[in-house]
């Protein structure tokens, strides 16, 4: 199972919205929840740079439906249309241009939704960018970690996952033979 010290599955480090999504793995062995309550929430923005706090209710169901669309999205058809107009909406909150000294137009987020809205922009980011087809969801039993396949043939979120499930397939074999 996962905790806080297990290595990140390729493509958290780049993309907020995955990390966001595998804050909560569930599995054989139940449901392991990094965002437990509001503390939990905006140490974890914090942690990863996201300035404007946001509610735990906010964070959460946004995590649900972005993990809905991310799901979706290496298949082929359209996207599911309620989780799409909820991470559409959220991304909407209000912004505001910016012009930087180095001439460049900055849309920042206003208001107290900012950290939702930021992480929904992420994840349309995310969506249209040559990481969408890849995206997987972890095949070990227990883990349902969402991650960006780096190389073809990766099914599991990390080295540890594979192993955890080799050796689990051992042993059943080996009772099998015992039988
Ligand atoms: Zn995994």
Do not use: K, Y
């Not at 599955?9 to 965002?35: I, K, Y």
């Not at 799901?71 to 209000?94: I, K, M, S, T």
């Not at 095949?139 to 349902?144: F, I, P, R, V």
């Amino acid at each position: 199972m996962a905790d806080s010290t297990v290595e990140a599955p390729p493509g958290e480090d780049e993309w907020l919205p995955l990390a966001l999504v595998n804050t909560r793995v569930t599995g054989s062995r139940g449901v392991f929840e990094r965002l437990p309550d509001d503390d939990a929430v905006t140490s974890w923005l914090l942690g990863h740079g996201v300035a404007g706090g946001a509610g735990r209710h906010g964070i959460v169901s946004l995590r649900s439906d972005v993990r809905t669309v991310l799901e979706a999205l290496p298949a082929a058809g359209a996207l599911p249309d309620q989780a799409l107009a909820r991470v559409n909406a959220a991304a909407a909150d209000p912004v505001t241009p910016r012009l930087t000294a180095d001439r460049t137009l900055r849309w920042e987020p206003v208001g107290p939704c900012s950290a939702t809205a930021l992480i929904a922009r992420e994840a349309i980011r995310l969506a249209v960018s040559d990481a969408a087809p890849r995206l997987r969801v972890c095949a070990a039993d227990d883990c349902d970690r969402m991650f960006v396949q780096d190389h073809g043939r990766r099914i599991w979120c990390t080295p540890r996952c594979g192993t955890r499930m080799r050796v689990q397939r051992h042993l059943a074999r080996r009772q099998d033979v015992a039988q």
